[in-house]
């Protein structure tokens, strides 16, 4: 069982920074998949981010934020982060950790809505003024 509690959000003007963190509970945090996707009012949830047991080099990115948005994880303190840097509006939305032990970060990416994801957390909400 693994638990996921995001954090992070807040409001913030367009071009700036947040930086989320996801804590998971459970001794095999370092055996899944970590991503992130968001859900923005009268929207669908989306994919954001992804990135593999063993973090590094193996991440993969919306097209949406590619280049503006970094994940990165710590398997020693059972932490992702997404920091996330030039903030658009369109940004604004509830973003979500999701955690998953039987996929690539490039699949979760083809997953669109995350549907079938072992773990949720109850998501932590940005929003981007103009």
């Known amino acids: 069982q693994v638990q996921l509690v995001e954090s992070g959000g807040g409001l913030v003007q367009a071009g700036g920074s947040l930086r989320l963190s996801c804590a998971a509970s459970g001794r095999t945090f370092s055996r899944y998949v970590m991503g992130w996707f968001r859900q923005a009012p009268g929207k669908e949830r989306e994919f954001v981010a992804a990135?593999?047991?063993?973090?590094?080099?193996?991440?993969y990115y919306a097209d949406s934020v590619k280049g503006r948005f970094t994940i990165s994880r710590d398997n020693a303190k059972n932490t992702v982060y997404l920091q996330m840097n030039s903030l658009k509006p369109e940004d604004t939305a509830v973003y979500y950790c999701a955690a998953d032990s039987i996929t690539t970060p490039q699949a979760m990416g083809a997953n669109k809505g995350g549907y079938g994801m072992d773990y949720w957390g109850k998501g932590t909400l940005v929003t981007v003024s103009s």
């Open positions: 990135i593999s047991w063993s973090g590094g080099s193996s991440t």
